[in-house]
T-cell receptor, first 110, second 113 residues
Framework: RKEVEQDPGPFNVPEGATVAFNCTYS??????FFWYRQDCRKEPKLLMS???SGNEDGRFTAQLNRASQYISLLIRDSKLSDSATYLC???????????FGGGTRVLVKP | DVKVTQSSRYLVKRTGEKVFLECVQD?????MFWYRQDPGLGLRLIYF???????EKGDIPEGYSVSREKKERFSLILESASTNQTSMYLC????????????FGSGTRLTVV
C-alpha cells in the first residue's frame, strides 16, 4: 500500500459544478495534512492546510477523517482556472519531512 | 513571501558531465529538499537537509550528491549525468516542524543528451 494514495483522475467537471476527491494515508499517527495545487509544468503551490475540524477557504473545503485515514478536498462552483493537479501531502514518515501523493487531475470544462 | 530561487529554469547537459543545480531561499528556513518529478511517478525525494553541513538520503539518492555549506543554499550535484536523469528538479524549503508545509522553487527542467 502506498503511504499517500490518490485517484489520479482526471475528474472532468462542468464549469459551475462541485467536485470532491479523497486521499488516503497509511500512518495513523500523522499530524500534518495539506493540499497543494500544481499547474502544468509549474511548481506545486500550497492551496490549504487541513485541520482536524475541517476548514474552508472560499470555494474550497478540506476535511480530515482520522478514523478512516483520509482527507478530502471539495471545490464548489468550479471555474476553468481550477483545472490543475491537486496533490495531497501528509507527514506519514518519521522526521521532518512530508510525503506527497501522486496527484488528482481536475479538468473543468465550459 | 518566502522565496525559493533555482538558478536555472532550463538546462541541457551532455552525458557524463558533472551538473550543479543551485537553490537559494531567503526566509532562514532550516529544512531544504530536492525532488525530481517525472510523468506518472510523481514527486520523488532525492536528498534533504535539516541544517548546515547536514544531509540525508531520500528515496532515490543514487547518482546524486548534495552540499549545504550555508543555511540559505542547497546544491544538488549530478556526479556524471545520464539520460535517465532527464527530469524536472524541484527544490523546496520549510521551517522546522510541519506546520507550514513546503515552499517550492519554480523548478529546473534538465535534459541530458
Amino acid at each position: 500500500r502506498k503511504e499517500v494514495e490518490q485517484d489520479p483522475g482526471p475528474f472532468n467537471v462542468p464549469e459551475g459544478a462541485t467536485v470532491a476527491f479523497n486521499c488516503t494515508y497509511s500512518n495513523s499517527a500523522s499530524q500534518s495534512f495539506f493540499w497543494y495545487r500544481q499547474d502544468c509544468r509549474k511548481e506545486p503551490k500550497l492551496l490549504m492546510s487541513v485541520y482536524s475540524s475541517g476548514n474552508e477557504d472560499g470555494r474550497f473545503t478540506a476535511q480530515l477523517n482520522r478514523a478512516s485515514q483520509y482527507i478530502s478536498l471539495l471545490i464548489r462552483d468550479s471555474k476553468l482556472s481550477d483545472s490543475a493537479t491537486y496533490l495531497c501531502v501528509v507527514d506519514v514518515a518519521a522526521g521532518n519531512k512530508l510525503t506527497f501523493g501522486g496527484g488528482t487531475r481536475v479538468l473543468v470544462k465550459p | 513571501d518566502v522565496k525559493v530561487t533555482q538558478s536555472s529554469r532550463y538546462l541541457v547537459k551532455r552525458t557524463g558531465e558533472k551538473v550543479f543545480l543551485e537553490c537559494v531561499q531567503d526566509m532562514d528556513h532550516e529544512n531544504m529538499f530536492w525532488y525530481r518529478q517525472d510523468p506518472g511517478l510523481g514527486l520523488r525525494l532525492i536528498y534533504f537537509s535539516y541544517d548546515v553541513k547536514m544531509k540525508e538520503k531520500g528515496d532515490i539518492p543514487e547518482g546524486y550528491s548534495v552540499s549545504r555549506e550555508k543555511k540559505e543554499r542547497f546544491s544538488l550535484i549530478l556526479e556524471s549525468a545520464s539520460t535517465n536523469q532527464t527530469s524536472m528538479y524541484l527544490c523546496a524549503s520549510s521551517p522546522t516542524g510541519h506546520l507550514y508545509g513546503y515552499t517550492f522553487g519554480s523548478g529546473t527542467r534538465l535534459t541530458v543528451v
